[in-house]
């Protein structure tokens, strides 16, 4: 039995995936024995609402010199933050030039590069130095550290307060949330906003996206969890706004309290979340069964494939994709290998169940029959680029919303 992350009550277990690997860790086969495992299990709690792991690997084993995820990888993405730079830029930032805006978990700087640009007033928080620097080259200043409140202390007495705390894929990364929310109370202007996006709870269930849940995070949102998390430290939730990023998730607007019109959004989302069922165990429960159904035809589907001498490999070694290789069991006999973007992830092996990760390039000069979409995330943009596959024959294998052929033609 746990106790609840946020507050203390006894979180009620509801799915472990078993022995899992660090997501993003890419290895080499020489550091095949000393691979770091943990048990990946989710919990509900019933009283604060939120949706949690029951347990998470050091920080430190997560976010370091070597952290493989790089924002900028994709043009969806950069596009996608572009917008949000704008949007902050025309909607809060009231007096330009006495600006300040901060970053949680800025990565490569994919954001604050919109305010550089526009000579404001700006700070990245990054804890993964390789990261970070990419950011400090770009001209973005950016600091190596995990963002609590003595940071955050450290930061205003240098910058003075925040107009804008913006972070997003990050909260979900963090367990100790009321760090951040002391913190964030510290460096906000009494205006000031604070702006958070993440994957979203309600997408989770509706899709039966179970790969969001890997170690990195260890909250999936919904909004009602959010107004839960933050209230005690007098931050309201004033805005949401869906977003299709990373597979469905949720834009939060916080401030504090009575300084800010509440938009109808928010209890607009609320009832959303009433009729999904989104504050009752038995939702979390259908989940599951949901999740084994999942994992049990998608065995099914690529044994059968096996069976038929057809070659598979993977597109895309995402982070997502190391929990359902992992839950699944599939390794290298199954799947030839996994083509990637990301030069770090190149030539290593995928997390755990060590299929070897090759180039993009690898993939556009081989013919394998059927390519497993492990970033559906980003489905439109790649089918869009992959036409040819299609055009020599090759077919895309999914598992999100359901398992299923695509039929693209
Ligand atoms: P994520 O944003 O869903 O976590 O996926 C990121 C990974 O997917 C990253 O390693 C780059 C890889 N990727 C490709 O290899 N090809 C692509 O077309 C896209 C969009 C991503
Ligand atoms: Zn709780």
Known sequence: MKNCRICNYRATEIISFGKMPIANNFLEKQNFEKEYFFNLMALFCDFCKTFQLADQPKPELMFHE??????????????????????????????????????LGSNDGIMLQHFAQKNIKH????PSDNVAQVARNKGINTITDFFQEELAIAIEKQYGKADIISAANVMCHISDLASVAKGVIHLLKKTGVFVFEEPYLGDMIQKTSYDQIYDEHVYIFSLLSVINIFKPYGLQVFHVEPQVTHGGSMRYY????????????????????????????????????????????????????????????????????????????????????????????????????????????????????????FAWNHAQEIFEKEEEFIKKGGKWITFVPEVKILNMI
């Open 66 to 103: 070597n952290y493989a995820f790089f924002s900028s990888s994709s043009k969806k993405m950069s596009l996608h933050f572009e917008q949000m730079a704008h949007h902050y830029f025309n909607q809060f930032l009231l007096n330009k030039e006495q600006s300040f805006v901060v970053e």
């Open 123 to 126: 700070l990245g928080i990054e």
């Open 254 to 373: 916080l401030g504090f309290e009575n300084q800010h019109i509440i938009n109808k959004s928010v209890s607009e989302q609320l009832l959303k979340e009433k009729k999904l069922g989104l504050d009752v165990l038995e939702t979390f429960y259908a989940f599951k069964n949901a999740c084994e159904k999942n994992k049990t035809e998608f065995i099914a589907l690529l044994h059968t494939l096996k069976k038929q001498n057809k070659r598979i490999v993977g597109y895309a070694a995402t982070s997502k994709s190391t929990t359902v290789l992992n839950y699944c069991n599939i390794g290298s006999d199954c799947i030839e290998y996994i083509s990637d973007t990301t030069p770090i992830k190149q030539g290593k092996f995928s997390p755990g169940v060590h299929i070897p990760i090759k180039t993009y390039q690898n993939f556009k000069d081989d013919m394998p029959d059927y390519a497993i979409l």
